[in-house]
């Protein structure tokens, strides 16, 4: 009977081991005695010393207390381009910074987790390539920092990012917004700046990534409604994710999609309880409808 207890323990120790070996944390978080000023600048110097580059920046809700840093490189974009359903997504990587009495907080999405979750079971052939990007990121960021990086914000499996969903009947990865179907390329890109121009339904641009021999197109836009964008949402499910932002549409082709919100939202917000999901029950239905007007 004691052996077989201890065989017992012995396997519950094995697979509680194996599960946290697996796991995947959204989120790494540091915290510097600076303002945000200050440390917005380290951190761009860090991961441009790392051969990043900056690709955009803004404050969400438009508080100088928080600010999102966009960065990429040629390397990951053109690792991305080749995954065939909508790879690029992840080629925008952001690291969010808050700034709270005199300190700010630095919070990056994991990138191992991103890369995970959008290119599903097309993650394994692009695996080393990411993963040298991934550690080239972390180790940017600890630089700038200067202490390691805290995970936070949940953690998935490598099998529950591959197929991730909030829960039975919501959206996954491949299952878009369609926005809208365009003569060519080139005319979506076209009619997509212009609307970000014109500031068309209260959202501005952040940043882009054009790929013309791959026709593949991202950009991350302000959802600056007070009623309907990030004033409203973020606040009530957490600012502390801000590096999740912003959201995003991609043209493939000649076909503008966006990840649908009840995916994107929850999956860089994996702890989101039901009741507070609830309160932004209207937000995806939100996005698409601003989304979609930078198409039209």
């Known amino acids: 009977m004691r052996i077989f207890v201890s065989l017992l323990a012995a396997l519950a120790l094995f697979c509680g081991t194996a599960r946290a070996a697996d796991s995947h944390h959204a989120f790494y978080k540091a915290s510097l005695e600076a303002n945000i000023s200050d440390t917005a600048q380290k951190v761009k110097d860090a991961l441009e010393t790392a051969g990043f580059a900056i690709i ?8 100088p207390s928080l600010k ?12 991305l381009l080749r995954v065939k359903d909508r790879g690029l997504l992840a080629a925008a990587l952001k690291v969010g910074l808050m700034e709270t009495g005199g300190k700010t907080a630095v919070s990056i999405v994991n990138p191992a987790y991103l890369f995970r979750a959008y290119l599903m079971k097309e993650f394994p052939a692009h695996e080393a390539p990411l993963m040298k990007i991934d550690d080239l990121v972390k180790q940017a960021l600890q630089v700038a920092v200067k202490q390691d990086l805290t995970p936070f914000g949940g953690a998935l499996s490598a099998k529950e990012l591959a197929h991730y969903h909030y ?12 926005l809208k179907k365009f003569g060519s390329f080139e005319e979506a890109v076209e009619k997509i ?3 970000l121009a014109d500031r068309k339904g209260g959202v501005a641009p952040v940043y882009e ?11 991350g836009v302000t959802l600056g409604s007070k009623e309907k964008g990030e004033p409203h949402f973020l606040p009530i499910i957490g600012e502390d994710h801000l590096a999740s932002l912003p959201y995003e549409i991609i043209v493939v082709d000649k076909i503008a999609t966006m990840l649908h919100g009840r995916y994107r939202i929850a999956l860089h917000w994996p702890q989101l309880t039901m009741g507070t999901f609830g309160k932004i029950m209207s937000t995806p239905g939100d996005i698409e409808e601003t989304m979609k007007s930078l198409t039209n």
């Open 68 to 79: 999102v840093i966009v960065f990429s490189s040629q390397a990951l974009q053109e690792e």
């Open 167 to 178: 829960m039975v009947g919501m959206e996954y990865f491949d299952d878009p917004v369609w």
């Open 56 to 63: 955009g920046e803004y404050s969400p809700e438009d508080k």
């Open 209 to 219: 990534i054009i790929s013309q021999s791959g026709k593949t197109a991202v950009f």
């Open 193 to 195: 700046r212009k609307n």
